[in-house]
């Protein structure tokens, strides 16, 4: 037996981990539904100038990214897209969402989205406070 030095995993070696992770865990659960889902705003060319990244897993979704261009920023285009990914939730059977965000991003803007924080993570980044976030939906 022998740890390995901490470096970049190989594709193989990260699956063999979360294969045993999912093993263990379902072990307890049962099966887990488990799906990445994203949506994104196109301009007219067809480039990406917004989007959201998503993941279900045990009932919850949990958002990892909203981005959208400081061209279009303003216009709303960011609640479209978390709008559009709780409906996607609700539509899985999923009324819970969780996120988290820094000081210097959105914060104000998922409050305004009826997020409600319940954890915060001070000099994460340094010198700033990340915040972390859940949103229960109803139909």
């Known amino acids: 037996m022998e740890i390995t030095k901490p470096l970049p995993p190989q594709d193989a070696d990260f699956e063999a981990l979360k294969a045993g992770l999912t093993e263990y865990n379902?072990?307890?659960?049962?099966?887990?539904?488990?799906?990445?889902?994203?949506?994104?705003?196109?301009?007219?060319?067809?480039?990406?100038?917004?989007?959201?990244?998503?993941?279900?897993?045990?009932?919850?979704?949990?958002?990892?990214?909203?981005?959208v261009d400081e061209s279009i920023r303003k216009n709303g285009w960011g609640a479209k897209l978390l709008s559009e990914m709780e409906e996607y939730a609700l539509s899985k059977n999923t009324s819970n969402i969780r996120l988290e965000t820094t000081a210097f991003q959105a914060l104000g803007f998922y409050i305004k989205a009826g997020y409600s924080v319940f954890g915060e993570l001070p000099n994460m980044p340094k010198g700033y406070t990340s915040y972390f976030l859940q949103k229960q939906l109803s139909r």
Do not use: C, Y
């Not at 488990?34 to 009932?59: A, P």
């Open 26 to 67: 379902e072990s307890f659960t049962g099966a887990v539904h488990r799906e990445k889902v994203s949506s994104f705003v196109k301009n007219d060319s067809g480039f990406i100038v917004g989007g959201i990244l998503g993941e279900i897993n045990w009932n919850w979704m949990h958002i990892q990214g909203l981005w």
